[in-house]
């Protein structure tokens, strides 16, 4: 498992709908704030990027210091982000499409306002887990 | 792209990669200079840039080019060195700080989109320093002198010996001394002549000397301080940037003297100077390097100095080396502008340098290659290639090669700008910012400046590299910058719901600000943060904790409008006010107002009559426009229910929390507000006064405010009750509220209902009606009436009889009078008489008791409406008490409402009449459950047998059944045979009784008249231990008796009438575990209504006569005479036919006993004979055999008289038909093949006519009757 990693889901609209922090490192107190930062910046990129390929997948798109920025974008345009520092770009694949899974099973649920927080518990545990076997 | 010599980049290079002079004055020269505040070389450097000099230039070409701009740069002897990082350093230091004092950061919202003009100044400064701080390095040799400047002045002693005595001491630069240049550079002598120390003869007479022993070419005079002080206009600007002095003595003469002195200088000396030593050096890099053999030759020889020690800066290169000569004629080339000899050069070069490990040299010799590439616009790729690994051999350099980096990242970055490639431009100015602070910022701001103007423009990065930039201002203390940084970057993140970026900068800026002084700024800042939901909890408390640190100090309680710190939850707001409707609880205010508008609906003057009265003088009184506000009385409190939920996990203080409310004397004067307050600016002035108003709370004040204190856990929601109580009569209008969160802020938060109003207002009336919930129209205080019913036990069983008081309080002087009580459920409670309060409950129900509760208060049955005696006044402090009945009616959660209606005793207030409600809620338990079942006696058409179903449904109460009884006169009860009911019923027991019911009386004898016949004991039972009928209870006094009034009209309701019913009331008490004894003070009556009598239909008759007969038929046939009785129990009259049938009794038999046999009935009912015939006929057989078989048609007897009969029967009456039959033979008849054709006549136009069973057909009974043959 890779020492830092923060995984968040962006909606169309540019608004955090989902943050995890699921490095195995110790928690610094301004590291979320900063990776709120970095994972913010790199939606420019993401926002050129996504429309130059058909495939779901980005890989990494952006680096701040040693930390990468790898990046899948749905069908609804909604971003997977994940900030890491691990070179495993298979496993990130493999995590982003089990995550996105999830995601559509969310989607599905018709109490759910596609582009509101997801809040449920469920998917959290589920997004953890995956990390841990993915990254 | 435009032409690269016109570009940023393009015009740093040409400043900054220009031949060097230097310059070596003697002290008397700068003494002399010093009279007009300059230096010489600060005299000469005006005048060594050349904006049109027009050259011819010849280099390793044949083919000349001309040169119009040239720079010569200007150097003491002393300056050429490596200049000092830390006072370069300082100065950097300085301009940064000086730009930070000018730039007043704008607090306007506004995203500044700054066009690369408007970039900050000092950036170009700063940059130009950071690219100083690199040069005179022994790498590269266009920082190393191309001429010197010999000046001696000619007041010098031996000024020949002067000039040579320059290059004899070592005040020359390590440069020329270490052997890193050539020492035989070009040199011109100067004599310098200071006017002011007397004519210039002596000065020519040195010169001349000097062309003797130098040459003619390199000798030249110059005149200064001409002028006899004074200040000369003209030549001002050329020293502008320089310290000049006021009085300076410089004439126009000097002027031209320097300006054509340096022109000779350049055009006559150094550019053919450089000419000639690129011709040569390139004659000899020609011959030594170019070719193919030269190369092999090369090659080999490098790889035998592998084994060379590997020096950190590869091999100490000597100016008459090879290597050192092709960079020279390199950079020649390159200041003179042939870029295409310099390219190949600095490639020739670069190989060498790589295979000799000089990582500076070949890294210096990159960037050189990169530039020439860009100058000669071409080759992009090449260019960005090679400036990328002279930045990265630089960096691997460590620190000795960081200054390089520095610059080669600099030039990159404008490099990369001048192609409009800004993002790459971004990342590089993001590699330069190094460890250093301050350094770091500006080139990371710079770097934020890149995404800005990159297309399309990339916002969000921008954000992040001011934010990064911001930190590192922080970290050198730069507070202003980064102030202004984080501001600039708030644009962009303005609103975002990124939360935790949002924090960070409102954090930061409310912090530095703090740190600044300026609190009232860093206040609002911190504000935008406090309700921060999404943060751990940590940093709740630090925000928090900073927050009210800083209020603190600034040493006065803030007044904060948007101070979400607890969050009011505006929907939740719920306003409580009694205009003539007044509450006695306030559970009482949350019932639905249609639950009381339907109990008060005939209890209140109609609206009609209440807008002849009270409304028209309310018109008059009140102005039209306060009709539409809500009403409510001086004095009494107007109670306003806010949420109030804390967001944080960490818990709050709240305190002082009020309404602000607003006064007004007439309605105008409001109307003439709301227009006024329409605009922001004055509302919010207004504002302001009323919460500085609210502060000073005297007497005088036309209302008082309550105060509220409490503290909110973390994300706990708390609904207060705030009240306001006008004191005045005018108009009162809610505004907001506020509150003070731990002690130091204060906030508050606007109802904003009138704006919603306002919106309105134009389209729908009844929103506008709704919006004007918080205004009142305060009227003259009236008296109120407080009451509640005393001890309404919460929890009770069902059945359990109380007496309980209804406790009635005026405080005003003012009576009030014809009070009426309406209640939700008169099964549960009914108003006694006045006298029932002092008698003793329940001994006073017994019947030998002569204090009696009285009978039931005559009112109207159905309304359930009480009215209390007229002269019932309720006046002043004493509370008055009236007696009211309790009774557990049906078992559940129940809630009882009951409004007391008054009027006033004053008539000339505004309202006549006001309205006490009254709430109560409590839980009836199940105890006994009681059923009964009533059926006919076959034999008798009076008797009937009751069968009486007790269960206890308690879970661990016990009841001792102390008498059944049955209402009416017309019945006598009686035990069945005397059996012991078991006492006490435990929990979960379940007991059956048999009774025996009477119908004795006339029926005539009905209603009110039964009750006061109330000495007969016939229709009560004695149940339980002691079967004596001494303690029976009189069950037609007053609350019983109302009770079970109400259980009838209620089961009426439900069920089908029958006219014939009886009602049974059973009386037990509860029995005490503990004690073992039956608890007398309870009394407990369980109701059954109208028990139907006729459960076997409309009609029930019975064929009577004898039973055996002795006949000789010898004689003749027998006839026999009998009788059928017929009872109607329907409430009409009905016409009976009794059709006698031949065909024989086993037509109908079956269908009769299937349909008795399916249900298991108890009691007397017809059970099928079939079998029992049988019998009957076999112990007869020996006699006659006379059973008729089925089938048979033929019957053995005939009926005689008429074949049918119809008669009337009245309702509830019986009557009697003669029948006769005719018999042949002895045997056993069974007389029952006839039918009963009933029609039952209803009166005219009966509409439930159809609902009930109006006819049909009855076939008969059995009546065996044996018939014998008589002896004789």
Known sequence: MASTACFMIVSRTDIPIYEAELGSALKKEDAAQQHQFILHASLDIVQDLAWTTSAMFLKAIDRFNDLVVSVYVTA???????????????????????????????????????????????????????????? | ???????????????????????????????????????????????????????????????????????????????????????????????????????????????????????????????????????????????????????????????????????????????????????????????????????????????????????????????????????????????????????????????????????????????????????????????????????????????????????????AYTFSSIESQIRVLGDYAFMLRDYDLALSNYRLISMDYKLDKSWKRYAGVQEMMALAYFMTDQARKEAEFCMESAFTTYLKLGLRGQQNAIRCGLWWAAMLKARDQFKEAANVYFRVSGEEPLQSAVMLEQASYCYLFSVPQMLRKYGFHLILSGDSYRKCDQMKHAIRTYKTALSVFRGTSWGLIRD???????????????????????????????QSKTAQELFLGDFLELVQKTGKTFEVCRLRLPVVKLPSLRVVFEDHRTYASPAAVGVRESIWKSLEEDMIPSSTTAKSNWLELHTKLVPKKCKQSNICVAGEAIKIDIGFTNPLQIPILISNVSLICKYFISSDEMESDNIGSSTNLQNDEQLRELIAGSDVNADKDPYTLSEVEFSLNGGETLLVQLTVTPKVEGMLKVVGVRWKLSGSVVGFQIFESDKVKKKNANKRKPKQSSGNELTFAVIKSLPRLEGSIRSLPKKSYLGELHRLVLELKN????????????????????????????????????????????????????????????????????????????????????????????????VSSIMRYRTLRMCHFFEVLPSLDVSFQVSRCPSSLKEF?????????????????????????????????????????????????????????????????????????????????????????????????????????????????????????????????????????????????????????????????????????????????????????????????????????????????????????????????????????DTLQNTRHVQQMPGESVSPFIWCGSSSTRIKVAPLSTAEVPIQICVFAPGTYDISNYQLHWESMHPEGDIDADSKQSSGIFPGHSFYLTVLQSAT
């Open chain 1, 76 to 135: 609804g345009h909604t971003r997977f982000m994940l900030l890491h520092d691990s070179r495993n770009e298979d496993g990130v694949k493999c995590f982003f499409q089990e995550v996105h899974e999830l995601y559509i099973k969310i989607l599905l649920n018709p109490l759910y306002l596609p582009g509101s927080r997801i809040a449920s518990s469920h998917f959290d545990t589920k997004v953890r887990a995956l990390a841990r076997k993915y990254l």
């Open chain 2, 1 to 315: 792209m435009a032409d690269p010599a016109n570009t940023t980049l393009g015009k740093m290079l040409m400043e900054h990669i220009t031949p060097v002079v230097m310059v070596l004055p003697t002290p008397l020269v700068e003494q002399s200079c010093q009279k007009n505040g300059l230096t010489f070389v600060d005299l000469l450097s005006p005048f060594s840039a050349f904006d049109n000099i027009d050259v011819p230039v010849r280099t390793a070409n044949d083919q000349p080019y001309r040169i119009k701009k040239f720079n010569l740069r200007l150097f003491h002897a002393s300056d050429i060195r490596r200049p000092d990082l830390e006072t370069a350093k300082a100065w950097m230091n300085k301009v940064v700080t000086e730009a930070g004092e000018k730039e007043s950061y704008r607090n306007d919202d506004i995203l500044p989109i700054p066009e690369s003009e408007s970039l900050p100044s000092w950036f170009e400064i700063f940059n130009q320093e950071l690219i100083q701080v690199s040069s005179f390095s022994d790498h590269e040799t266009f920082d190393h002198p191309v001429a010197c400047l010999l000046v001696v002045s000619s007041n010098d002693e031996m000024p020949i010996n002067k000039f040579v005595d320059f290059f004899n001491t070592d005040k020359l630069p390590s440069l020329l001394n270490d052997g890193a240049m050539d020492p035989k550079i070009l040199k011109h002598y100067i004599i310098l002549h200071d006017n002011q120390d007397g004519p210039p003869e002596k000065a020519s007479k040195i010169l001349s000397e000097m062309k003797n022993t130098f040459g003619s070419n390199e000798c030249q005079l110059l005149c200064i301080n001409s002028s006899q002080g004074g200040s000369v206009e003209s030549p001002v600007n050329s020293w502008s940037s320089c310290k000049l002095n006021k009085e300076h003595f410089l004439n126009t003469d000097n002027i031209d003297q320097i300006k054509v002195l340096m022109q000779d200088l350049t055009t006559k000396h150094i550019i053919p100077h450089m000419e000639q030593k690129i011709r040569a050096l390139n004659q000899q890099v020609s011959a030594t390097r170019k070719g193919f053999r030269n190369q092999i030759k090369n090659l080999w020889w490098r790889k035998g100095k592998e084994d060379t020690p590997d020096t950190p800066d590869g091999p």
């Open chain 2, 504 to 534: 960070h900068i409102h954090f930061q800026l409310g912090k530095w600000f703090a740190i600044l002084g300026t609190f009232d700024v860093a206040i609002e800042h911190m504000l935008e943060i406090l309700a921060c939901t999404h």
């Open chain 2, 811 to 906: 405080h005003s002087k003012v009576p009030v009078k014809n009070l009426k009580v309406r209640i939700s459920h008169p099964r549960f409670l009914a108003l006694g008489t006045r006298e029932a309060l002092s008698l003793e409950f329940p001994a006073c129900l017994r019947m030998d008791n002569n204090e009696k509760c009285g009978h039931a208060v005559q009112s109207d049955e159905t309304a359930s409406l009480f009215e209390f005696p007229e002269d019932f006044i309720i006046q002043g402090e004493e509370p008055v008490l009236w007696p009211v009945w309790f009774r557990a009616a049906i078992p559940g959660m129940m809630s009882l409402y009951i409004t007391v209606y008054y009027e006033m005793g004053d």
């Open chain 2, 945 to 1177: 047998l009751v069968h009486m179903d007790l269960v206890n449904k308690t879970s661990s109460q016990s009841f001792e059944i102390h008498q059944l009884s049955c209402l009416g006169d017309q019945w006598d009860i009686t035990m069945l045979q005397p059996v012991n009911i078991p006492s006490p019923i435990m929990a979960g027991q379940a007991l059956s009784c048999f009774f025996k019911l009477r119908n004795d009386r006339k029926a005539t004898v009905r209603g009110d008249e039964v009750i006061s016949q109330c000495d007969n004991r016939g229709n009560h039972v004695r149940l339980g231990a002691q079967v004596d009928n001494e303690d029976l209870f009189d069950i037609a006094t007053s609350p019983v008796a109302d009770f079970h009034r109400h259980e009838v009209l209620h089961e009426e309701k439900a069920e089908q009438r029958y006219a014939e019913t009886v009602d049974f009331i059973l009386l037990s008490h509860p029995h005490n575990m503990s004690t073992e004894s039956v608890d007398h003070s309870l009394l407990f009556s369980h109701h059954a209504c109208l028990c139907s009598v006729a459960s076997n239909g409309p009609l029930c008759w019975m064929m009577d006569g004898p039973r055996m007969i002795h006949h000789n038929f010898d004689t003749s046939f027998c006839e026999i005479n009998l009788r059928i009785s017929i009872h109607n129990s329907l409430d009409a009259a009905v016409s009976v036919r009794i059709h006698p049938n031949d065909s024989g009794p086993s037509t109908s038999q079956p269908s009769n006993s299937s349909g008795v046999s399916s249900e298991n009935r108890v009691g007397w009912h017809d059970v099928s004979l079939a079998g029992e015939a049988k019998i009957t006929s």
